[in-house]
């Protein structure tokens, strides 16, 4: 398994608030940059794709003041993986098209300076304690008020609501593996609440113990788990 990591320097050291909507952007036209054909594979408005990756931000010293996030130096890190090894190397390839190109962001602008490869161990146990890289969202539609819902670790349903989810995306992106007997333990977890394109929705970090099989939980490892995976949620480490 691989993750790329991807160093970005800022004109100036700051961030909008809504740094994953920029992030989106940006492999929105890395992806097109690339080829036609992957953008519409993955980004075609006219169908609801699935997609199998995720990332996560680090962003050193930030500090949120209003709608924008200051940060230490005007450079932040990018961690992202793919459940899809062709995809992945397809992203390596769309990210090298994009190091050095000055990428808009509101009064300011950035760019790719490197592109990083780790390799990362497959997860041979059953049972596994994680950490949430960025927010974990687990989100049930009502279909009779067509309406969402949106479970922190303290609700009642929160793991069976995240197993839906997983099982919807499985299900999608019609992968052969096992769901049953998946689940999620909160170990020491705090709820957030995090702008997802304008809307504020209830989110969860921190340490959970995971359950399930190892040939799901490295598929999760690499693509996210929850709603909202491909605009950076639901990406996590292993710690034991």
């Not at 539609?141 to 929160?158: C, L, M, Q, R, W």
């Not at 197993?163 to 049953?180: S, Y």
């Not at 996210?224 to 949620?233: L, N, V």
Request: with cysteine; aromatic share 12%.
């Amino acid at each position: 398994m691989i993750q790329l990591s991807l160093e970005f320097q800022l004109e100036k050291p700051q961030l909008p608030l809504e740094y994953e909507r920029l992030m989106v952007s940006f492999l929105k036209a890395a992806s097109r940059n690339y080829s036609e054909d992957m953008f519409e594979r993955l980004y075609n408005k006219e169908h609801s794709i699935i997609k199998s990756f995720t990332f996560s931000t680090y962003l050193p010293g930030a500090v949120f003041k209003g709608d924008t996030i200051f940060l230490r130096d005007n450079r932040f890190k990018v961690f992202f993986t793919d459940a899809d090894m062709g995809q992945t190397i397809e992203w390596f390839n769309a990210f090298q098209l994009m190091r050095y190109k000055q990428y808009p962001v509101s009064g300011n602008s950035m760019k790719l300076i490197s592109i990083r490869s780790n390799n990362r161990k497959d997860i041979v146990d059953d049972e596994i304690i994680v950490k949430m890289q960025s927010p974990l969202i687990v989100r049930r539609h009502d279909s009779v008020t067509n309406k969402d819902i949106y479970y922190t670790y303290a609700d009642e349903g929160f793991s069976k609501a995240l197993c839906e989810n997983v099982e919807i995306f499985i299900q999608k992106m019609e992968i052969g593996v096992d769901t049953e007997g998946l689940s999620i333990e909160p170990v020491k977890a705090r709820k957030v609440v995090v702008n997802c394109f304008g809307r504020k929705v209830d989110a969860n970090l921190g340490i959970y113990k995971l359950r399930g099989n190892c040939e799901l939980l490295n598929i999760l490892y690499q693509a996210g788990m929850g709603a909202r995976r491909s605009e950076g949620h639901g990406k996590f480490e292993i710690l034991l």
